[in-house]
């Protein structure tokens, strides 16, 4: 039997695992990589791992840092 190039949905067999992405595609453990035909509608518009939005990403975190939502004055005064 040939093995499918397509990830599907089948309760006979186990699901492979997607363990990275670039653009349009997904890879396995196995390094196969397949075309992402079902993704979200944020990979849809941007694709996986778009460097742009990781760096977004990593300025936002760096920005917010390790701290607590109720620091701020305001919130610091209901709490």
């Known amino acids: 039997m040939?093995?499918?190039r397509v990830?599907?949905?089948?309760?006979?067999?186990?699901p492979r695992?997607?363990?990275g992405g670039d653009g349009v595609y997904l890879f396995d453990q196995e390094g196969r990589r397949y075309l992402d035909a079902c993704c979200g509608v944020v990979v849809s518009s941007l694709g996986h791992n778009h460097r742009r939005v990781i760096e977004a990403i990593k300025r936002q975190a760096e920005a917010l840092g390790?701290?607590?939502w109720r620091s701020s004055l305001p919130s610091a005064r209901l709490g």
């Open 7 to 14: 990830l599907y949905r089948s309760l006979a067999a186990a």
């Open 17 to 19: 695992t997607a363990v």
């Open 2 to 4: 040939t093995q499918s």
């Open 66 to 68: 390790p701290r607590s």
